[in-house]
């Protein structure tokens, strides 16, 4: 989501994440500003890695046609030969987004529902249009990747328990009871749904390990949220300081008390350094 770059560094991006030791590589899904085609970018990544699972963090479901995402999904996945293991769909809330794209933003709650419907049954191989036969490539799986709720309040994270495999919570500054308090509202909620299993437990925040961090940081989350208004955009930019190696151990350890089994790191620059100096504090941190 960085003006700027190109073809050299993402093949340098991809190459060096998928040698550290990382678990994962990720791309989230935004209309406006310089970003990349999510779907595009993944694909590239799932042919240019051999090791990182490929995990869209995330679809905003509602902008698309759901045989259209499940159709890429099962590609990405026989792009990264099995990778694709979890999938994260969100509701989204930059309703500018959903008009560049001449969708609805209103009611796209409930009409996310049907559409995970209709992906498990383009993944199963059952037929969307009778007597059309199934759409789409063969995945590693027939019921298709995990699904994950990139959800925040307690009735989208309720609505989301009667078909999601799991939670993805956004602390943007890496804080433990952000984290923990969505989890639990996410364990709530799978128990009244009746649910076998716990949800899986994802969370993300952002970071930088470049040079004059703090401020690089400031103007990547400022520019994030500008769509949504000043006010807003310098609240959310003042209230991120994960710019220093000592600053990121206490996210990742904030995340691990909270219960996370997965984070996403999320640089706040397009530098090398982000990926560089992150895996070696991770060896370090063991």
């Not at 694909?43 to 995330?58: F, G, H, K």
């Not at 191989?125 to 590693?140: F, K, L, N, R, V």
């Not at 308090?181 to 716990?198: Q, S």
Request: with cysteine.
């Amino acid at each position: 989501m960085k003006a700027g770059i190109n073809r050299d560094d993402l093949l340098a991006w991809f190459r060096t994440v998928d040698s550290g030791p990382f678990h994962s590589v990720s791309c989230g899904e935004r209309i406006h500003g310089p970003t990349c085609d999510m779907g595009a970018l993944l694909a590239a990544a799932a042919a240019c890695t051999e090791n990182v699972e490929i995990t869209p963090t995330l679809y905003v479901l509602p902008m698309h046609s759901a045989v259209e995402v499940a159709r890429e999904i099962a590609t990405l996945d026989m792009l990264s030969g099995g990778r694709m293991n979890r999938v994260a769909l969100g509701y989204g809330g930059r309703e500018q987004d959903y008009q560049a794209l001449g969708a609805t933003f209103k009611g796209r709650y409930g009409r996310m529902d049907g559409q995970v419907a209709t992906m498990r049954n383009v993944w199963s191989g059952a037929e969307i249009i009778p007597g059309c036969g199934p759409i789409g490539p063969q995945g590693q799986r027939p019921e298709g990747p995990a699904l994950l709720a990139g959800a925040i309040g307690p009735k989208s994270i309720e609505r989301c328990a009667q078909w999601a495999d799991g939670l993805y919570a956004w602390s943007g500054n890496g804080e433990t009871e952000e984290l923990a308090n969505a989890f639990a509202l996410a364990d709530a909620a799978w128990e009244r749904a009746e649910r076998n299993e716990k949800p899986y437990r994802m969370g993300g925040f952002w970071y930088t390990l470049a040079d004059n961090g703090q401020q690089k940081l400031y103007d990547y989350v400022y520019e994030y949220l500008d769509i949504a208004g000043p006010e807003i955009a310098a609240m959310m930019a003042e209230s991120v300081s994960r710019s220093s190696a000592d600053g990121v151990r206490e996210a990742l350890d904030n995340a691990e008390a909270a219960g996370c089994e997965e984070v996403f790191l999320v640089p706040a620059t397009a530098e090398l350094v982000e990926i560089e100096a992150m895996a070696e504090l991770l060896l370090k941190r063991g």
